[in-house]
């Protein structure tokens, strides 16, 4: 019955051809709100990609930045250090300066990004679990980087923290984004606990939201929830459970890639106050088993515009506006964690018409995805000796 509803839904939206072969659904209960909405017909890039280990022996490696000699900024997660990478891979000590990350389980230093005006005020952005009294909780700040010598951070302060404090050492969201207006959009998780779940949706918390703020941490006035009273002014959008994901397309619209519980990661389009459902409604449930949503559709609340059921575990996500993958120009890559593969979404009038599960031979668990300044991809792997990856054509 299930196969027949998805074969009929498939050619009314006009697509032709199987999905991507994974299992079967966690959820087989919950059927998408239209077609395409997930298992998109599988697609396959003309040729494989040349992949080439750039550097290795990152302890679980979270971001990459490019500075403008190309060289790379990469995080490291769980230890807390920052390296400056050449484009051979040779690497710097860790750069000094940086704060004190609580780098227990899911938690530590996460993305960095550099500030618009970079080659004048040598800014640098970053996210980290914060220890706190009383826990924990994420925080975003700044800090001029200098290189020559032994690289270092000065003039580090705290430009956003997330509030409420709780203790929780899972899922803080931690991706930065800075948009064309020198905005700055925050992803925040939901902790995954009760306390933070119930949050979520909760415009008095940060938690399960992304934010927008100016690089010096004030408000923009033009943010949704200014005037609301008991919101909090920095929040964009709610209803998130842990979007680790994020990128700008070429219009400058906002997508995300979402950790969702099992069978339900989700690909969201993001606008301005809108509530993406976390945990009214999605398509996944428990890892027990149990029950979450008692519906996937609700008033009020948005669509994902792509669900994964069985899950990828999304990590990071890049559209891809390069010249040396001219096949690959607007569409979505999201690395997967246990899917062990590099996704790629074509994507045609705001819907996903195609999916392509790339580097599954190498069985790793892909942590980044970004476009570098020579149109090739990026990665890191999310391992103990984690490496860094570069995707040239095949
Ligand atoms: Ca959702």
Do not use: C
């Amino acid at each position: 019955m299930r196969t027949f509803l998805v074969a009929t839904a498939l050619a009314a939206a006009g697509a032709a051809g199987a999905p991507v072969r994974t299992g079967p659904p966690n959820v087989p209960e919950f059927q998408p709100a239209f077609p395409g909405q997930t298992r998109a017909p599988e697609v396959r890039s003309a040729r494989p990609p040349r992949v080439t280990e750039i550097a290795s022996g990152f302890d679980r490696p979270w971001a990459i930045a490019f500075l403008p000699d190309r060289r790379m900024l990469v995080t490291e997660k769980p230890t807390g250090r920052l390296y400056v990478v050449g484009l051979e891979g040779e690497k710097s000590p860790p750069v000094s300066g940086l704060p004190e990350v609580d780098g227990r389980d899911q938690g530590g230093l996460l993305d960095v990004a550099l500030d618009a005006d970079y080659p004048r005020n040598g800014l640098v952005y970053f996210t980290y679990y914060e220890p706190r009294k009383g826990g924990n909780g994420l925080a975003v700040a700044r800090g001029r980087l200098v290189v020559p010598g032994r690289p270092r951070l000065e003039n580090v302060e705290v430009i956003f923290r997330m509030m409420p404090t709780l203790d929780s050492t899972k899922h803080a969201g931690g991706r930065l984004v800075f948009a064309p207006d020198g905005s700055l959009f925050v992803t925040l998780g939901e902790r995954s606990i009760l306390e933070g779940r119930r949050q979520a949706r909760d415009l008095g918390s940060h938690l399960g939201k992304i934010v927008r703020i100016r690089p010096d941490g004030s408000v923009p006035e033009d943010n949704p929830f200014t005037r609301r009273s008991g919101a909090r002014p920095e929040i964009w959008s709610s209803g998130h459970r842990n979007v680790l994901g994020a990128a700008l397309d070429a219009q400058g619209r906002l997508w995300v890639a979402e950790m969702g519980p099992r069978g339900g990661d989700e690909l969201n389009l993001v606008e301005l106050g809108k509530d993406y459902g976390w945990p009214t409604i999605g398509y996944g449930e428990e890892y027990s088993g149990q029950r979450i949503h008692a519906s996937t559709q609700g008033p009020g609340m948005e669509q994902p515009v792509y669900y994964w059921d069985p899950v990828i575990s999304p990590s990071a996500l890049a559209i891809y506006s390069g010249d040396l993958f001219p096949e690959w120009k607007g569409d979505l890559f999201v690395g997967g964690l246990s899917s062990r593969a590099l996704v790629r979404l074509v994507v045609k009038d705001g819907r996903v018409v195609g999916e392509e599960r790339l580097l599954t031979d190498r069985g790793e668990r892909i942590r980044e995805v970004v476009q570098g300044p020579d149109g090739a991809l990026y990665l890191l792997t999310d391992e103990r000796n984690g490496k860094l990856l570069r995707l040239a054509p095949g």
